[in-house]
């Protein structure tokens, strides 16, 4: 069992950067893919980030690529999203996932954190 919290959500301006934070409970979580998703008002959501347990592996989507960096240290059990030049639709609810497979992480992870809310304005 996995248990997630994110932090660092907020207000900011377009170009903009924050960086969401991903603190997780149990021993095990270097065995774990981490990664992040995000909703949008009114849409589905949609996965962004994702990284291997070693940090050797990393994957983005389309619309953050370049802009977003997944990072983690896995001797504070934490996962990091340094998001740059922030756009107006980042806006969203971003979340943490674990899952132990990294091939089958974009479909549906095992373990969801409850959201932190990121807003930026134009």
């Known amino acids: 069992q996995v248990q997630l919290v994110e932090s660092g959500g907020g207000l900011v301006q377009a170009g903009g950067s924050l960086r969401l934070s991903c603190a997780a409970s149990?021993?095990?979580?270097?065995?774990?893919?981490m990664g992040w998703f995000r909703q949008a008002p009114g849409k589905e959501r949609e996965f962004v980030a994702v990284?291997?347990?070693?940090?050797?592996?990393?994957y983005y989507s389309d619309s953050v690529k370049g802009r977003f960096t997944i990072s983690r240290e896995n001797a504070k059990n934490t996962a990091y999203l340094q998001m740059n030049s922030l756009k107006p639709e980042d806006t969203a609810v971003y979340y943490c996932?674990?899952?132990?497979?990294?091939?089958?992480?974009?479909?549906?992870?095992?373990?969801w954190g409850q959201g932190t809310q990121v807003t930026v304005s134009s």
């Open positions: 996932a674990a899952d132990p497979s990294y091939t089958r992480f974009t479909n549906s992870p095992d373990y």
């Open positions: 149990g021993r095990t979580f270097r065995a774990y893919t």
């Open positions: 990284i291997s347990w070693s940090g050797g592996n990393t």
